[in-house]
């Protein structure tokens, strides 16, 4: 028989039981659109987080960090280290520079600062270079290196401001405006142990201009929340964080708040501490003397320190060993504590946690499918049995097996072809209302690393996949029961009742 | 075979008879239980011929004319059309041979039910690949023939048993067979229906020179062929005295066992 007659016959016979074959195929595109609509949803998801790395995520990058913030840190990141990686891992290494990290109040008013904002101090023009993507100005200009008073404000830090400040929502205001800072330096405990002051804190108030305000990033890199950081270069963060002189040059400098056990606080301008200071005596030494031994430690070796290392692979090839080597390197000169971050590593994480993800919801898509093409299964072995009698006939009139095969497959098929089709339309609609409505238009935060905006995306690919994928599918349950149906011996069809 | 050339009847152009059964038996395995349905069947028929088959209920009738129409495949013996072994044939084979040369025709018709007359008789056409338009043109002057123009669009449900027997047999006919092989055609119809449609399959007969080969219970109807053959026990015997039951001398030529081996 010709296809278009097989075709034609098979057509005759579902308009005659129309309900049934309306049922299996709603079946088959309930199952489609909710395989599109899964598939097209991932692969929005996948596309906004690849994006997200590739922007955000220089994988090239491996950090170094010592533990605990700057000043107390347990494991100390000197300079030298990252002359040391220059030097001597040159044949990986494109670039390596040193980072500060710090928490300073911002000035609202006369009377009234903000609570701690992030301070990170690194190269502007090595940033731009790691991250060109992501070191990108809202508005305003990256400073140069050399530019000691400029800043460049994080998208959240400057609306933050903007509001309290200038009372707008536009963070770009903030660009070319001077900034009042106050870095807060608390004396260790040890300063005060034995006397009647609780703590010590050291004020210096630093100004600053800021240079830029960048667009929104919504990633957090080793700790370091880009949108809520300002910005400065190495020196100066390093500057503005150096405990006063014990001199009276020094001291001018700054100011304190004294909190007594009593719970009094004052605030004293620099020359007014250094005398109390000078006057409280605790087993022959006073507050000034414990100060000067203090500093003295502390300015050994200060000049030298980095919170943090940023090391730029010459490829991401080598990123490994670079990892490796850096690991050696600081076990072997006593500081294991050293943390060495690739962010290639977090990517890897994070990519084999989004691969997982997918194929789960491909799953489910495929179930979706195949439990459509059950029902066609279902529809098609109950045809086969209503219509025993028919296969007899069809046969006594001299169809072959063969024509009795495409007779009962080409229906199965046919519904396939309809429901398959309509239900890629479906979930193209399906897709397009998860994305007009943001049903699924969420931030979503992986581990706090960063954070993507995804909508549902529909590919041509995803339709030709799920259409392919159910047709194949229902095609493959519709041939068991045309293959029975074709087996069946003419004589016993014919009496079958 | 000894019953070539004899007789003067019609045959093929190669000399063979139309329908050559050689001892054909027929053993129906229950489980444990054998049925012989057929035990050593000869019978030659030839082109043009109409013949009645008649005998018990149980006696292998409607087996024998499964054997005929390339349905089944006996036990043991062979079966010839037109000189060809069809026992030898493969399924492919005899799905052709039926679609070509045999038209059936059943007592309880056989329609397809939810397919209107012309398109149950456009499927024999369609099998045999005949072009939509053409085999439309076909269809409509064969219900035409069986005097069904007006029912043309009429499902079997719509249809008296009667009208649904005159379909079967536009059908049967779709592809010019040389074989009408029919099993009680008018077993379902009241006696004036069924007697119409032994007219017309007799008008075919004679008209058109389709060879008939017809199962009744019914003698009135096995007084219209010219042969008669009577079937117990899976044996075609001596011939009953049909005619002095029937009251009509013509045409009754009751076979005897074996006749013309
Ligand atoms: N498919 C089958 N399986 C088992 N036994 C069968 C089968 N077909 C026929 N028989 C048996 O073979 C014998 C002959 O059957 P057949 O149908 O040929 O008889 P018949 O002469 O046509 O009877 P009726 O006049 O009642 O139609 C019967 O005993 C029947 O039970
Ligand atoms: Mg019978």
Redesign the pocket.
Known sequence: MRIADVLRLAKDHMVTSKLRTALTILGIIMGVMAMTAILSVSEGFGIAIREAMETYFNVRVIFVTGIGTFGTQECKLYLTDVEYIRVHMADVVNDTFPGVFGAVRVQVNSTYWTNYQLVMGSSHEKGQKVWPTLYVPLKGKIPSDVDKKGVVLGYKVALFLARLKFKTEDPAVLVDKTLRLRVEMPLPSTAVEGTDIASVTLYREVTVMVRAVLKETGVNLAGFDVDSSIIGTFEAVKEWFRPPEPTNEGFAQISARIEWRSGEVDEVDGAELKTLMEAITVDDETLWDRYVDWYNTRMADYDELASIIVVYAKDVDYVEEIEKRLKDYFEHTGREQAKVIALKAYARAIEGVLGIFRSLLIVLGVIAVIVASLGVFNTMTTNVRERVKEIGIMKAIGATSGTVLKLFWSEAILMGIIGSFLGVLAGWGAAWVIAATGLLKGIVAFGAVFTVTAEPIMTLEIAIWSFTVSLISTAIFGYLPARWASKYDP??AL?YE | MKGKGEGGKARGEEGFPLVKLVDVH?V???GEVE????RGVNLEVERGEFVAIV????????????MIGAM?RPTKGQVFIEGQDITKMSDKERAKLRLEKIGFVF?QYHLIPWLPAIKSVEIPLMIAGVPPKERRKRAEALLHEVGLGDRMWHKPSELSGGEQQRVAIARALANEPEILLA??PTGNLDTKTGAEIVKLIRRLNEEKGVTCII?T?DLEVAAAARRVLY?RD?RIVRGQPLAAKVGKEKALRPEEEGEGA
């Open positions: 004589v016993v009496r | 027929k129906y395995k229950l049925v012989h349905a057929l005998g018990p209920s149980g006696s292998g009738k409607s087996t024998l004319l499964n089944d007592q099993d009680e199962v219970h079937l899976g």
